[in-house]
């Protein structure tokens, strides 16, 4: 579903963040990006949106050159949750929800449908949640926000760059167990980048081990964890 072939780059100062790079992710499978602070995983993600260009090679989305492809029409194909998820502070919870498919042009009453029932997948009752503003909410639930909003427009793709990393780690714990539910649903093809070993091993179907700039392990959790 995701194929880098041949993917470098290097930004201003001529130094290669990302080097040389092919892998694939298949339809469904959940990749954690793993590795140092400043080896490469977010560049490596944030390609895949074109929030940054490489500056060579090729990346595919099902098949397709997204070279070609508009971003902003890209975007809506790709979700994406970041760390400090930004809402719509003078929006409810339901109207962030709804903000992409409003987006994309449907009716207001299937957008907030749509989003209400996103809301129930993630863990947050809308009948409790959808009419609070994100202030009214916990860091945990604002990321919930964020998963539920990326899923919206119903995205083959989901770029998560530790879409858990500022919750403490009790929450962090939850967030996890309930994505991977909401994963076994779903089944998307997710980029999961993460500093955090543990939370790569639990979540990843397979892990891809950052050095610099380059991927030096793509394997499953048990493989790279040593286990024979
Ligand atoms: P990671 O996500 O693994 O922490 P990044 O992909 O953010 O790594 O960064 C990889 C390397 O590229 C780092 O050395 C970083 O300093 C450098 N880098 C990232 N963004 C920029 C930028 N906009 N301009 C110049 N260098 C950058
Ligand atoms: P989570 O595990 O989802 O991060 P917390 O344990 O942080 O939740 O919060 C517990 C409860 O407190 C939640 O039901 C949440 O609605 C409520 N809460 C947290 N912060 C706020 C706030 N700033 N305003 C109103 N309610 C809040």
Redesign the pocket.
């Known amino acids: 579903m995701i194929r880098f072939e041949h993917v470098t780059k290097r930004?201003?100062?001529g130094?290669a963040?990302?080097d040389d790079l092919s892998f694939e992710v298949a339809e469904g499978e959940l990749v954690t990006?793993v590795?140092?602070?400043?080896?490469?995983?977010?560049?490596?993600?944030?390609m895949v949106n074109r929030l940054i260009e490489p500056t060579s090679g090729r990346i595919r989305v099902a098949g397709e050159d997204i070279a070609g492809v508009d971003p902003v029409e890209l975007r809506r194909r790709i979700g994406y949750v970041i760390q400090q998820v930004g809402l719509f502070p003078h929006k409810t919870v339901l109207e962030n929800t709804a903000t992409v498919p409003h987006l994309l042009g449907w009716q207001r009453k299937r957008a907030r449908e749509r989003a209400a029932e996103l809301l129930d997948l993630v863990g947050l009752d809308p009948s409790v949640y959808g009419d609070r503003y994100p202030d009214q909410l916990s860091g945990g639930q604002r990321q919930r926000v964020g998963v539920a909003r990326a899923l919206a427009a119903d995205p083959p793709v989901l770029l998560m760059d530790e879409p858990f990393g500022a919750v403490d780690p009790v929450v962090r714990e939850r967030l996890q167990s309930e994505f991977l539910r909401l994963q076994s649903q779903v089944r998307k093809t997710v980029l999961f980048?993460t500093?955090d070993i543990e939370e790569a091993v639990r979540l990843g179907d397979r892990i891809a081990v950052?050095g610099h700039?380059k991927i030096e392990q793509l394997d499953a959790p048990a493989v790279v964890l040593g286990a024979p």
Do not use: N, R
């Open positions: 930004y201003a100062d130094t963040a990302v990006l590795g140092p602070s400043g080896c490469g995983k977010t560049t490596t993600m944030k980048v500093h950052y700039g």
